[in-house]
T-cell receptor, first 113, second 113 residues
Framework: KNQVEQSPQSLIILEGKNCTLQ??????????LRWYKQDTGRGPVSLTI?????NTKSNGRYTATLDADTKQSSLHITASQLSDSASYIC????????????FGTGTRLTVIP | DTGVSQDPRHKITKRGQNVTFRCDPI?????LYWYRQTLGQGPEFLTY????????KSRLLSDRFSAERPKGSFSTLEIQRTEQGDSAMYLC???????????FGEGSRLTVL
């Protein structure tokens, strides 16, 4: 069964600190993995897209890693800011099927001053 | 603004009423998706269009739900005889090809009293 699991479910960190969010998946055949940021009451916004051959991809203070062998990904946020408070959703795409996107339930990050 | 736009952003209705949501995708995108998202959950797939053709529908899309995309441009999602369980955020997304980046709208939040 194609599934995406994220951990932790929620996280509270102090402003300026780093944090790492985890995503494990069982989607097959794998096409790509995406991380989205979703502010409360808004639509998700893409942070990174990683294909099978990419191990690391950065977008400013966000760095995503992918281990296709263990089917794990992480999103590392450096020097957190209050504006990083949001839900971070991991989405894994399968190679086949129109409905080929599998969503995690997200990690709710709260950055406090 | 050339992003995905959704209207209305918020809708409060009484149980049993019909509601309609509209989505205007990015103009050159031929793929359009509808998702439903409840609090603390990731988006759940509802239906998918490639141009004007509705190619897949989730079992979540009961006979009270109908979606259209006339002429392959904007799309509408109608819910008839709304129930309290329909209360959710309805997200629209579009992409230019099957594995392309997915751009989400801001969502339409439905509250059924």
């Amino acid at each position: 069964k194609n599934q995406v699991e994220q951990s932790p479910q929620s996280l509270i960190i102090l402003e300026g600190k780093n944090c790492t969010l985890q995503c494990n998946y069982t989607v097959s055949p794998f096409s790509n993995l995406r991380w989205y940021k979703q502010d409360t009451g808004r639509g998700p916004v893409s942070l990174t897209i990683m294909t099978f051959s990419e191990n690391t991809k950065s977008n400013g203070r966000y760095t995503a890693t992918l281990d296709a062998d263990t089917k794990q990904s992480s999103l590392h946020i450096t020097a957190s800011q209050l504006s990083d408070s949001a839900s971070y959703i991991c989405v894994v795409s399968a190679e086949t099927g129109a409905n080929n996107l599998f969503f995690g339930t997200g990690t709710r990050l709260t950055v406090i001053p | 603004d050339t992003g995905v736009s959704q209207d209305p952003r918020h809708k409060i209705t009484k149980r049993g009423q019909n509601v309609t949501f509209r989505c205007d995708p990015i103009s050159e995108h031929n793929r359009l998706y509808w998702y439903r998202q409840t609090l603390g959950q990731g988006p759940e797939f509802l239906t998918y269009f490639q141009n004007e053709a509705q190619l897949e529908k989730s079992r979540l899309l009961s006979d009270r739900f109908s979606a259209e995309r006339p002429k392959g441009s904007f799309s509408t999602l109608e819910i008839q005889r709304t129930e309290q369980g329909d209360s959710a955020m309805y997200l629209c997304a579009s992409s230019s090809y099957v594995m392309g980046e997915l751009f989400f709208g801001e969502g339409s939040r439905l509250t059924v009293l």
